[in-house]
């Protein structure tokens, strides 16, 4: 069995302004920061970990360094974990996506799984990309836990593949900032969900 603590990265800028934010590299903001170092404490009590994975992106990185810290390890990028590319709407707000592209915007909130966004992925390439991570890492590590860190896209399509659930219920599923989840895999790929959305570590902090 290999356990998994899945973490969303902190708060950054964007997410307060509901901007789709995909490849672009941005940082954490001061809360952000909060959380991470907050997060870090958590997992290292309730689940030490033997390795931490991250996305490449700055905001996941910082993040695991974070997680890592608290625990004498290193971060280990993982591209698997990468976001996913929004194409033509990284960077821009929600309501200027809702504005420019009406049809494909109300697509992506009622009917996720069929979206290929325009220069960008849909969430079967995500899917591929991060069960394909996933399975490396449980090769890696048999018998032990490890944190893997990314994205709120990426947590939740990687959360339907566990359920065995299709990427048509991507929103049933929440990732808040520095969310974590926690999921067992078995040698004969059953997996088992021990946490969803755990965000009591970051009760006390304010911005």
Not at 58 to 79: H, I, N, W
Not at 87 to 107: S, T
Not at 163 to 189: K, P, S
């Amino acid at each position: 069995m290999t356990r998994i603590v899945l973490i969303r990265h902190g708060q950054t800028a964007w997410n307060r302004e509901a901007r789709f934010r995909g490849r672009v590299n941005v940082e954490l903001d001061e809360f952000g920061l909060k959380q991470a170092e907050a997060t870090g404490r958590y997992v290292a009590v309730r689940w030490p970990v033997v390795a931490v994975y991250a996305s490449p992106l700055r905001r996941t990185v910082q993040t695991a360094e974070a997680v890592a810290r608290a625990q004498g390890l290193t971060t280990r990028p993982l591209p698997g974990l990468l976001d996913i590319n929004f194409g033509e709407w990284q960077g821009r707000l929600a309501d200027e996506v809702a504005q420019r592209y009406p049809a494909l915007y109300r697509a992506w909130l009622e009917d996720p799984h069929t979206v290929q966004f325009p220069g960008g992925e849909g969430l079967d390439d995500v899917r591929r990309r991060v069960v394909a991570g996933l399975d490396e890492v449980i090769a890696r590590h048999p018998e032990q836990a490890v944190a893997l860190v990314s994205h709120t896209v990426v947590n939740r399509v990687l959360l339907c593949a566990v359920l065995g659930w299709g990427n048509d219920r991507f929103w049933r599923l929440r990732q808040d900032t520095c969310a974590v989840n926690v999921f067992d895999a078995e040698e004969d790929g059953v997996f088992t969900i021990l946490l969803l959305n755990d965000t009591c570590h970051l009760q006390n902090l304010s911005e």
